[in-house]
């Protein structure tokens, strides 16, 4: 086996073996993920259901809710399709932010490329993800709403990109979230405000009717791009390419600034457990 | 001889406890005023360990044993300086956490040898091998959580030899498990020793150090005070130990017949520690024969032989109190 060094010659030579070392590791990440699937699974009855039925359950609470508010308009595969999606996204953040403390014993004894923390935090989330568009499709199925379109097929790059976007956003969680606490009692804020500020238990109409801060803040949101983009996939809704690259930007951006952060952090990591 | 550890100047700083959880507050208020004293774990340490050699590291609690040992492992990364690790490292730093409480004991050698960058058929070759080493046959499907102590420290000293590793850092734990298991540990180490892997070794078990270890380091306050022989490093550090001891019981008279009372019954021909000691005949001590050390008489007699046939005079061997050999 190679030399394993703390401290590397070339930035580039440090990048690569990271990189080789990761993928090294992947059935690590891999076992992680299932494994975190199955400690689930022995500790509640209805185990990975939950992850189908969390956003479900939420989804029908709104689908009341929005019935009162907007009777004419209810939509439960528009409201469901973005419930399930926002799960992901609003699960890797609480998820990534949680894999480094939750791992600590891991971290303390072995060395290994943390990123394999967030990493199967996000294969966990993925297969519960994964599970859930299979019930959306039974929903967009039942109630008639199946449009086979062209934009059908633009389905697996929106489910990549919003994989990469997720994983930064899970990165940069973890690296927030292990120096400092506090910011695991503001998730579930963050969350809520997020979830409101995108277009899920509104219909979409709405946002002509927003003032101006509230409106800039809403299409400037990253689920406003993957939203509209998981719709005209599923939905048959209007397919725009300004969504795509918008949603092609952020998941990058993310992707980039939240690794780079994680893996700069990574050393120093195990200080604050 | 080929370097399998190689620490060059390494430091290693710890912010104090109040802001090792520093919340967003505090760092904010860091910003005006940004004084804490830092406590310095490991103070520009060096020094080289050889292939196929037991290195040890004593010193007192805090005295940056553990850190030292982090650092070798990768886990926490150096202030300053730079540790080069040649091999696959294997360690036990925590070794009675287990990995995951929630999964089987099954499980948690997967993810311990998955993690330590072993692939699934290998940890499928070596996973019997691991259940039965550490006697856990029975147990291996339950989860960790439900196990005891002593199972946990069995399973992972049994993952941790298991790995094969180039370079086996341990921490403290030669002396968990029963009798039987501290035995079998040993002889799993110097097995480790025979194919020309490496130890590092961090105990406060004189004896076993001593013992195993060809050369020790001696750690007080993070810097390292005396490197060099296992014997003459070990008995350095007796010396001050005692002193200190002393002084201490000088400052704060105690009950000394207790303490007498504490020590294990000597079993013949278990010796104490001070018993057996192996003189030249300018008086300085070449080889002491630790406590847990079971010397035979023949053992005795064929030591003996040799200084004498190196021309050596005035070995004295003293047995248990009263019992002079010679």
Known sequence: MASATTSSPTPDARASGYVRELWERRSFSWFLAISELRARNASTTLGLLWWVLNPLLLGLVYFAVFGVVFPSERDIAYLMSGMFAFHFTAKSLSGGANSILRNARLLANLRFPRLILPLSNLIDGAIGFLVSLLVLAVIIIATGGATLTAAFWMLPVVVALHFMFNLGVATLGARLAVPFRDINNFIPYVTRVWLYLSPIIWPLRLIDEFPDPMATLVTANPMWSFLALYRASLLGADFSATHLAAATAWAIALLVVGVTAFVRFEGRMVRYL | ?326
């Open chain 2, 1 to 326: 001889m080929t370097v399998a550890v190689k620490v060059d100047n390494v430091s290693v700083v710890y912010r104090p406890y109040v802001d090792r959880q520093p919340t967003l507050k505090k760092t904010l208020l860091r910003l005006r005023h940004r004084e804490i004293s830092p406590v310095v774990a490991l103070d520009q340490v060096s020094f080289e360990v050889t292939q196929g050699e037991a290195f040890g590291i004593i010193g007192r609690n805090g005295a940056g044993k553990s850190t030292l040992l982090r650092v070798l492992a990768g886990t926490l990364s150096p202030d300053s300086g730079s540790v080069d690790v040649a091999g696959r490292v294997s360690t036990l730093l925590q070794l009675g956490v287990g990995f995951n409480p929630e999964l089987s004991g099954r499980q948690n050698i997967y993810l311990g040898g998955l993690a330590a960058g072993l692939t699934r058929p290998e940890v499928d070759d070596v996973f019997d091998d691991i259940v039965d080493y550490a006697e856990l046959r029975t147990a291996i499907e339950r989860p960790i959580k439900t196990y005891s102590s002593g199972m946990f420290s069995r399973l992972g000293f049994s993952i941790a030899v298991h790995l094969d590793p180039d370079v086996l850092l341990l921490d403290e734990v030669l002396s968990v498990g029963d009798q039987g298991f501290r035995e079998k540990s040993r002889k799993a180490t110097l097995g480790l020793l025979g194919r020309a892997g490496t130890l590092v070794l961090v105990s406060h078990n004189l004896n076993t150090v001593e013992e195993l270890c060809t050369r020790v380091a001696w750690l007080d306050r993070g810097r390292i005070k005396e490197i060099g022989p296992a014997s003459e490093v070990v008995q350095a550090y007796q010396i001050t130990q005692k002193e200190a001891a002393a002084e201490a019981a000088d400052a704060r008279p105690r009950d000394k017949s207790g303490a007498a009372a504490r020590r294990k019954p000597p079993k013949w021909p278990v010796y104490k520690k001070t018993d057996v000691v192996l003189r030249l005949l300018a008086g300085e001590s070449l080889a002491q024969v630790s406590q847990e050390t079971r010397v035979s008489e023949e053992k005795l007699e064929a030591w003996r032989d040799s200084f004498v046939a190196a021309g050596r005079h005035g070995l004295r061997v003293r047995s248990s109190p009263g019992r002079q050999t010679r």
